[in-house]
Structures are given as structure tokens and as C-alpha cells.
């Protein structure tokens, strides 16, 4: 009998109810064990019988028929909100079919079920919830349609689930073996956003390499402001606004391919720079970043980063030059640019001209033209066209000039080499000329109609001029010309004037480099009085030389002055000096206008500066100024100038020192100041200070009495020219000397085989002698030093020198004082030059002591130079000497007979004597009183005799020609007592 075993096979799954499965699975198991199954009971299976006598296996019923399948299928899983497509190119509605496995039976309606975070009727149409597949078909669709609305949104679903409708359909049942899909519904809206691009650097350095900056791009819904996260990856392209700098080539980051990665709030862009060892100019440009088209920026999004790119590798830029010197008419200099590296775009150099030179005076370019105003160096090149400067001959003097040819600065395309700049200098191929800075004047009056004709010299550049008139007591002259004349013109005539008036005037050529003064009048008058003079004596010296110091008075006597003299000790202070000179002036009721130095009186020292230029010089300097300023005392003060730098410990000046802090003059000086102080002069022995001095008032004498003849002519040795360039030292004596012994009597190193000092004044008399070159304290280089004043005679009277150093007078052996101590002429020495001095004021008969005052009150008045109006001026000499000097008559008799004085002399020896005033006084020493307004033309005067003792003396008078037109000029007194 068979073994019997039951067998149960639980089938799970989806298939549970396909009988095909099942039955297969019954045949496998009945082969492997090789059993049978009971038949069941109401079993209606056939039994096969078997072999051997076993029962027959029971067969299973055939299965029934399979339950139709259905399922959803969608031609897409994705749709758009618009069937424009503006973001994807997928469209706005798609179809998903019901497939139905086998031809539907009936009528088959199926309901379905929406789900998901789109919303229906706002993100897509409204759906049929159900389906029907008509009875023998197998399939139905659904319509998906996306709804277009403006506002961006995310990316939503749908999802779609069949339910089989089992009441619609009783008799069937299905399998729903695919009843769910997901489908995306897309935006077509682009996003609107704020980008916002955040940094804080903006340079790079290709000499960094390690140099990086970071950009930041932030971004914001641009409805809401609110921090929004990119639903997308967002490609930004950067680009040059102005295509002033190369991106790809220069920039280390790939700014034309940026990706903002999807769900990214902010994103850091980190940008360098790629050192390509080339030189490159420095490169400036807005960097702007442009998204591609699925974002929209709203008005505030700013994507704009501004970049500075700076090469390590900039070309060093220079000009080169033929020549750096050349000569006016012809030279030429050749210059252009030149780079060290080559440029891959045309580089233009602008030039500026500069320098004492004048564009197109002075020089000019090629072919008659103007010179360029740039170079330009060719891409791939290193330097430019080269390119001439022709100087051009004007056939005046005008100094070595100098021209500077200078690129302009451009940090962007290079650097300026060494040197940054093209000096050229020019020198003049006419030598100095007095017109170089001055306008020699001469004058001629005339009395009826009153006149004054001024002359000129039309040498110098063509140019117009101007004439400017003052009275000569006024201080400035006015802003307004009388008379602006055209070029070439040599002479004025002003017809505005009266007689017995001292006018001064101005001559302006309008280049503004050349000006000339001179004093005129019409019949100037005899000046029969003075004024008065201070003499203050030195204690020692009063004793030493008491015999000449009487002479002194008298001789300022004789010319008219009224004397007061007062004796100091070298060891008071100055302060005391100067309060006895102030009270002097005032007990003679304010007639004092001169004071004259003899002696070594106490030394003022003022100030901090240096005129003479030399660091090692600046402090406090002699400052006789200080006595000439009848001012109170407080406008001198010593207590801020601190400085003791100074190499000579004179000039070191600290508060409360005794020496002053003002370099320029408080006030206008209101005396005449002159100093004889010729102590300290080792370089003259064995001949003490006293013999000196004795010396010194003999000259002073025997010039007065015209005892030495003085031709009326000046010497100029001048070994400056044109200083630095322009800085003429000697100009203001050009301008004035010449109005005193005329152009034509200055013997100069342009117009005589030699102007040497001492090779002219150790033999030949000169009015004056002005002499300039670098200098010591006792050396003048060109001039000679204070041994060669020594060693013999320097004949010239009035005297002028200009060099460093020795303007600092009260120092040992001091050339400034050297031409007084010297034998010969000397009376007098000025420092000129820083300032300038000006002497035209003696032309007309006013004494140096005038035009010292007026030199050293100038500050708008005359060219200065510089250091105008400043302590240390000082004349070296005696204020009250004239330059015109007549011979005195000689041998005064006086008779009385019958109550009449007759009064008799012999006549002077000068040329042009036209008469004789007779004076008297009580009092030797004066006031004298004028007895003949008008000159008397015979040696002879009479008078009533008066009783008691008298004093009575004649001098001659003449009509003084000079440059500056003359004036009535009178001589030196001789002079007799009578007593009845």
C-alpha cells in the first residue's frame, strides 16, 4: 500500500490566487517525493491507474481563468505649468493609459484616488476621479493638465492611485498589479531673486602669488527679502565691464563657468591671480556676473565686483638724450622713451616742459615747430621715435637756463625709471650783458615847461614796458603805470612834474625780468641843512683818537650837519646803547636822522636765519638795525628762538640770551645807520684798531675836502652770473650804479680786458666797485680776501661784495669791513645781494645813509632778491657821505671896517661853479643861518658887523651833472671867527 502523506503548499504573495502556479507546484511535489494525494472528497479528479497494481494519482480539476490585470502607465513622470516651456522643453499636460490585461467583459469604471503637494485646480486642472474602460476594450487615458500661474514655486507631485470599483463591477474582479504613479509637476516661472555679490578686497598682486580674494554671493527671494536656497544648480558667467582686463588670461578661477550648486543659499567664489612674468599695466575694471536664464534679479541685486590687477612685472620707463648741455642757437638734444619690457598695447607718454627756458623762445622742435607733447611706444616695442629740441639764439644774455622735459606719472601702464626726468641745460651763447635784469636809466630834466625825459637802452627781449612814478619820499610805488609803452620804445617824456621836486621812478620791461629806477628832479635845490647826526664813540677810541674825532664833527659841520656825539663802553649792553640813542634823538627834538658807528659799540644779534644759504650759518646775525629803530623796546624780544646749531657760537641763539628773536625788522627803520668798526682785524698788523681807524677818518676827510680826485666810475667784478640758474646777485647795481656814473663808465668783465679787483683798484680810483663770488668770512673767491685788502690800496670808494658767509661782519679779520681798513678810497661796504641794495637816491645828492635806510625798509619797493627787510643788513662806513663831491673854495679872510664886515675867499677849483652861500652862526658848532637866499657869483660878501664873537663860513655851489638829470650840489664849508 502507498504511503500517504498530505502535502500543503501555502502560495503567499501577489499571485495567491494564480492557478497556474499552483498547479505546477503540485506536479514538482508529486515527482520528488513520488506520492500521490489523496483525492479529496466530492472529488470529481480522474484516477490514472498506475503500474504494479498501485492506485491511479488523482487529477486536479483544470484551474479557472485568470482575474484581469490592470494597471496605470503615464507616457511621462514629469509636466510643466505652461505648455510654453520657458524653463524645461517638457510640456504642460501629458497622458497616463489604464491598461486593462484582457478586453473588458462589460463596462468597467475604476476610481481614482489624488494625492501629493501640487494642488488640484491651482497647480494642474481639475481630474475625473474615475475612469472607464468600455466593454471589450482594454484600455482608457487621463489627461494631466499643468495650470500656469506667475509666482515661482518648487518642483510638486501628483500622486495617482487606482481603486477598483467593485460595486460598479460585481461580477469581475482585478488584479491592480501597477495602481500608483508619482508624477513632478515643474514651475515655468524663472526665480526671482535678490543676488547680492559681498567683498572686501579689491586688488590683486601678481608679486603675491599666494594672494587670493574671496567673493560671496548671497542670495534672497526677490519678493520676500528672505534668505531663499536655490532650487536649482545656477551657471553665472563673469565678464569685464570695459574690457580692461583679461579673465581668462590673468584670473586664476574659471569665472566663465561658475556653478551655484543646487539648494545653495550663499556661494564663495575664491578668485587669484596668475603671475605670467610678463609686464602688464595695472589693470582696473568692474567684474559683473551674469546668471544664465532660470533665475530673474530683482532692481536691488548688485553682482558687480570692482578689481585692481597689479603686475610685479611693470615696465621701468626713461627718457634718453643725445645731450644733457648744449648752446642756444642750433644745439639740438635728441631724446625719446625707452621701456625695459615691451607692452602688448601702444603706450602714450604724455610730456611737460619746465625750467628756467621759455617754450618757443628759448627752444622749439624740428622743422620750426613746437616741441611734442608725447611720445608713443608701439605695441611689442621698447622705446619710442626719438624726437628733437632745438635751442633757439635770441642774442640776449639770459644765464644758463634749463629745461626739464618729464613724463607724466602713469601707475597704471609703468613705473618711472632713474632718472624719472630729461634736464637739459642751455647755455647762452651771449655773455651777461647788464640788460640781463636791469634797465640802465638816464634822465634829462627841463624847467620850462617843467619836464623829465627818461632814457633806456632797447637791448634786452622785445617787449613792452611800463613807467611807474613816486615821490622819492613815498614808500611804495602806486599799482596803476603813468605810461605803458609799445616794444622798441627807448624813452618818456613826463610832463606831470614840478620844479624843486624829487620824484623817483620805475621802469618795468613787461617780461617782468628787467626793472630799472632812477631819482630825478627839475632844478633841485642846494640842501644847506642836513639834519642831525648821532656820533657815538666807542670809550677807548674817544680817547685814542680825540684829535681826528674833532675833525669828524667839523667836517659834518662843514657839510651841513648838526653833531651830537656820545661815548659807550664796548662791555654795556645793547639794550642800554639803544636807550641812550633813543633819548638822544629825542632831546635834539627828533632832528637826528643819522647815526654813525665809530668804534667797536656793542654788537646787536637778531634772529634765525641764514640769507647766505649754509645750514651751518643760521642763528642770530648782527643786527645794527636794532639802534636805527627808534621804536620801544618790546618789538625786540628774546624769548623763542632757540637755536644753537650754528658752527660760529655768535649766531647760536636760546631764549633769554641777550640776543633777539626777530629776523626780519619790526618796523621801518627811522635813522640812518652806518658802523666804523675795524677791530678784530689781525690780518692788518702790526696796525692796531686805533690806526685803522686813524686811517679810516683820514680817507674820510680828504674825500669830503675833495682831496683826492675820483673819477665818477665803477668797477664790477661779478664771478657769480647767473647763480643757480637765475639768481643774479649783482642786478641792483646795474640798475642804480649806473644812474650815478652813468652805463658807459662801468668798467665789467663783458666790456673791459679785465674787471679784477685789485688789479684795477691797487692804482685806478673808482667811485664804486661792486665785487661777488663764493665766499668766507674773509674771502671772496674772484675778489681776493682780507690779506689782499691788507697787503695795499683798494681805491674805490663806495663798495659793495656778495658771498657766503661774510655778511656775518663781526667775526675775525671780515673781508665786508677789510675795504675800510684798507688804504686807499674805502669809506663804505654793503653786503648785496640777499638783499639787493639800491644807490640810485645819490644821484640827485642824497647821502648813502638815504638809501641804506630805504634798501633796508624795502620789501615791495624794490626786487629784493630775498631776504628782504631783514636784521642783518648794515652799512659798513659813514651814513652822511654824498657821492658828488665839489672842491671847497679856499683861504676865507673877514675885515671889518666901519661897522661892515667884508668877507673874502678864493674861488673853487671845481668845474661848473656857478656861485657862493655865506652862512653865520653864534656857535661854531652851529645852527648856521643862510645870509643870501640866492648864490653870489663873486669871492666876495658883505654884511654889518656884529658884535661879539662870530662865525661865518662859504661854500660853493655848482649844478651837478649826472645821469639822473643834476641838481645844485654844494661843497664842503671853509670857515672863519670874527670878533668885534
Request: glycine share 8%; hydrophobic share 35%; aromatic share 8%.
Amino acid at each position: 500500500m502507498a504511503k500517504k502523506i498530505n502535502f500543503f503548499v501555502e502560495i503567499r504573495g501577489p499571485y495567491l490566487n494564480h492557478s497556474k502556479l499552483g498547479v505546477a507546484l503540485f506536479l514538482v511535489m508529486a515527482m520528488t517525493t513520488g506520492c500521490l494525494f489523496d483525492k479529496p472528497k466530492n472529488s470529481t479528479s480522474t484516477v490514472v491507474p498506475q503500474p504494479d497494481g498501485a492506485p491511479p494519482p488523482v487529477i486536479p480539476p483544470p484551474p479557472p481563468d485568470p482575474l484581469p490585470e490592470v494597471k496605470i502607465q503615464c507616457e511621462r513622470l514629469s509636466l510643466s505649468e505652461n505648455s510654453l516651456a520657458l524653463v524645461t522643453d517638457i510640456p504642460a499636460s501629458l497622458n497616463c493609459i489604464l491598461n486593462l490585461s484582457k478586453a473588458a467583459p462589460s463596462d468597467m469604471t475604476f476610481a481614482i484616488s489624488v494625492a501629493g503637494t501640487a494642488t488640484e485646480g491651482s497647480d494642474y486642472q481639475t481630474l475625473s476621479h474615475t475612469v472607464q474602460i468600455a466593454k471589450g476594450l482594454t484600455q482608457a487615458s487621463l489627461t494631466i493638465t499643468g495650470i500656469d500661474d506667475p509666482v515661482y514655486e518648487p518642483t510638486e507631485t501628483i500622486i495617482l492611485t487606482i481603486l477598483p470599483d467593485t460595486a460598479a463591477n460585481p461580477t469581475y474582479t482585478v488584479n491592480l498589479i501597477l495602481n500608483t504613479v508619482t508624477l513632478s509637476i515643474l514651475d515655468d516661472d524663472l526665480l526671482f531673486v535678490d543676488a547680492y555679490l559681498n567683498y572686501s578686497e579689491y586688488s590683486l598682486d601678481e608679486g603675491n602669488p599666494a594672494h587670493q580674494i574671496t567673493w560671496t554671493i548671497e542670495f534672497y527671494d526677490g519678493n520676500t527679502g528672505e534668505p531663499v536656497s536655490l532650487p536649482f544648480d545656477l551657471k553665472l558667467t563673469a565678464s569685464p565691464i570695459y574690457n580692461r582686463i583679461d579673465i581668462a588670461g590673468r584670473l586664476s578661477a574659471n569665472l566663465q563657468n561658475i556653478v551655484v550648486p543646487k539648494n545653495s543659499a550663499t556661494f564663495d567664489i575664491t578668485v587669484g591671480i596668475i603671475n605670467d612674468l610678463l609686464p602688464q599695466p595695472i589693470q582696473s575694471d568692474d567684474i559683473k556676473l551674469t546668471p544664465d536664464n532660470t533665475v530673474v534679479l530683482s532692481p536691488y541685486s548688485y553682482l558687480n565686483a570692482y578689481l585692481t590687477l597689479y603686475d610685479d612685472e611693470l615696465p621701468a620707463l626713461t627718457l634718453v638724450a643725445s645731450a644733457t648741455s648744449s648752446v642756444e642757437n642750433g644745439g639740438v638734444t635728441t631724446f625719446k622713451a625707452v621701456i625695459n619690457a615691451p607692452l602688448s598695447v601702444d603706450l602714450t607718454i604724455p610730456l611737460t616742459y619746465s625750467g628756467t627756458a621759455t617754450r618757443g623762445a628759448d627752444y622749439r622742435g624740428s622743422s620750426g615747430g613746437d616741441v611734442i607733447d608725447s611720445l608713443t611706444i608701439p605695441a611689442g616695442s621698447k622705446e619710442s621715435a626719438s624726437t628733437n629740441i632745438v635751442l633757439i639764439g635770441d642774442g640776449y644774455y639770459e644765464g644758463s637756463e634749463y629745461l626739464t622735459v618729464s613724463p607724466a606719472t602713469n601707475p597704471t601702464l609703468y613705473s618711472l625709471g632713474s632718472p624719472s626726468s630729461l634736464s637739459i641745460s642751455i647755455n647762452d651763447d651771449v655773455y651777461i650783458t647788464p640788460d640781463v635784469r636791469s634797465i640802465e636809466l638816464t634822465a634829462t630834466t627841463q624847467s620850462t615847461p617843467p619836464s623829465i625825459t627818461l632814457n633806456w637802452s632797447t637791448e634786452g627781449p622785445g617787449a613792452t614796458f611800463k613807467v611807474y612814478r613816486k615821490l622819492i619820499t613815498d614808500s611804495v610805488f602806486p599799482n596803476t603805470p603813468i605810461a605803458s609803452l609799445a616794444v622798441g620804445t627807448s624813452g618818456y617824456t613826463d610832463t606831470s612834474v614840478s620844479s624843486s621836486v624829487k620824484y623817483e621812478y620805475q621802469v618795468i620791461r613787461a617780461s617782468g625780468i628787467a626793472y630799472g629806477y632812477i631819482a630825478a628832479g627839475i632844478d633841485l635845490p642846494p640842501v644847506h641843512d642836513r639834519g642831525g647826526v648821532l656820533l657815538l664813540v666807542e670809550n677807548t677810541v674817544s680817547t685814542a683818537l680825540a684829535s681826528e674825532i674833532n675833525q669828524l664833527i667839523q667836517d659834518f659841520i662843514d657839510d651841513g650837519w648838526s653833531v651830537t656825539q656820545k661815548n659807550v663802553a664796548s662791555s654795556d649792553t645793547v639794550t642800554s646803547v639803544k636807550s641812550l640813542i633813543n633819548q638822544t634823538v629825542s632831546d635834539s627834538g627828533n632832528t637826528i636822522n643819522s647815526l654813525v658807528i665809530l668804534g667797536h659799540v656793542p654788537v646787536p644779534y637778531s634772529g634765525s636765519l641764514a640769507p647766505d644759504g649754509h645750514s651751518d650759518h643760521v642763528g642770530a646775525w648782527p643786527a645794527d638795525g636794532y639802534y636805527g629803530d627808534l621804536d620801544n623796546q618790546n618789538k625786540w624780544t628774546d624769548t623763542s628762538v632757540n637755536k644753537a646749531s650754528a658752527s660760529r657760537s655768535q649766531n647760536r641763539n636760546i631764549p633769554g640770551d641777550g640776543k633777539f628773536d626777530q629776523s626780519i625788522l619790526p618796523l621801518n627803520q627811522q635813522l640812518q645807520v652806518g658802523r666804523i668798526d675795524l677791530s678784530n682785524l689781525p690780518a692788518f698788523a702790526p696796525l692796531t684798531e686805533v690806526d685803522l681807524l686813524r686811517r679810516y677818518l683820514s680817507k674820510n676827510h680828504n674825500y669830503r675836502k675833495k682831496l683826492v680826485s675820483v673819477p665818477t666810475r665803477a668797477l664790477f667784478d661779478d664771478n657769480w652770473g647767473g647763480y643757480g640758474g637765475g639768481d643774479f646777485f649783482a642786478t641792483s647795481m646795474w640798475r642804480t650804479i649806473s644812474t650815478i656814473v652813468g652805463k658807459n663808465n662801468i668798467v665789467a668783465n663783458d666790456n673791459a680786458a679785465t674787471s679784477d679787483w685789485f688789479t684795477q683798484l691797487r692804482t685806478n680810483n673808482y667811485l664804486f666797485a661792486y665785487g661777488g663770488g663764493g665766499g668766507s668770512y674773509n674771502t671772496v673767491s674772484g675778489i681776493g680776501n682780507t690779506n689782499d685788502f691788507a697787503a695795499g690800496p683798494s681805491k674805490a670808494v663806495f663798495t659793495a661784495l656778495f658771498g657766503s658767509y661774510f655778511g656775518d661782519w663781526d667775526s675775525s679779520d671780515n673781508v665786508l669791513r677789510a675795504p675800510l681798513a684798507a688804504d686807499g678810497l674805502g669809506l663804505t661796504c654793503v653786503w648785496s645781494g640777499r638783499p639787493e641794495w639800491y644807490f640810485h637816491h645819490m644821484a640827485i645828492g642824497e647821502t648813502i645813509g638815504f638809501s641804506t635806510r630805504a634798501s633796508e625798509n624795502n620789501s615791495t619797493t624794490y626786487p629784493v632778491n630775498m631776504s628782504g627787510h631783514s636784521v642783518h643788513m648794515a652799512l659798513m662806513g659813514d651814513p652822511t657821505l654824498v657821492a658828488f663831491v665839489v672842491e671847497p673854495p679856499s683861504n676865507l679872510t673877514a675885515q671889518v671896517n666901519a661897522g661892515l664886515l667884508s668877507l673874502d675867499w678864493t674861488a673853487s677849483n671845481d668845474v661848473n661853479v656857478g656861485g657862493y652861500y655865506v652862512y653865520h652862526a653864534a656857535n661854531s658848532a652851529g645852527p648856521y643861518s643862510l645870509l643870501n637866499a640866492s648864490a653870489i657869483s663873486t669871492s666876495h660878501y658883505e654884511a654889518p658887523a656884529l658884535s661879539g664873537t662870530h662865525y661865518y663860513r662859504v661854500r660853493a655851489a655848482k649844478w651837478e651833472n649826472t645821469p639822473s638829470g643834476g641838481f645844485n650840489n654844494l661843497s664842503s664849508a671853509i670857515n672863519i671867527q670874527v670878533v668885534q
